[in-house]
């Protein structure tokens, strides 16, 4: 599967923002996929997760983005997205999404992900 990750930009403490990952393939339904970002000089964290149909596209998300953060899948559309609503400060990143067939002990560990897409950067402007 190949993946392209759209939707960054520069918006407003408090602001909202969706991103979108496009993926190639016939079976991405298949597929966990995930949503990471990279703040400057910082490792890479995830943010969140979505299982493929057999978890029953059940979303998972970081400690520091639950209530806020909203990821979802259209599989008609080969989509995953990620609503971003009161944005913060620390939310200033590059969001990578990422795609892999991965039993859920594994699916926290950026490792365990196959695919990857290019990043696009986020900026959150005080």
């Known amino acids: 599967v190949q993946l392209q990750a759209s939707g960054g930009g520069v918006v407003q403490v408090g602001d909202s923002l969706r991103l979108s990952c496009a993926a190639s393939g016939r079976t991405f339904r298949d597929y966990t996929m995930a949503w990471f970002r990279q703040p400057p000089g910082k490792e890479r964290q995830i943010v969140s997760i979505?299982?493929?149909?057999?978890?029953?596209?059940?979303?998972y998300y970081a400690d520091s983005v639950k209530g806020r953060f909203t990821i979802s899948r259209d599989n008609a559309k080969n989509t995953v997205y990620l609503q971003m609503n009161s944005l913060k400060p620390e939310g200033t990143a590059v969001y990578y999404c990422?795609?892999?067939?991965?039993?859920?002990?594994?699916?926290?560990?950026?490792?365990?992900?196959?695919?990857w897409g290019q990043g696009t950067l986020v900026t959150v402007s005080s």
């Open positions: 990422a795609a892999g067939k991965l039993i859920m002990s594994a699916m926290w560990q950026d490792q365990m992900y196959s695919a």
């Open positions: 979505i299982r493929g149909s057999s978890g029953g596209n059940r979303p």
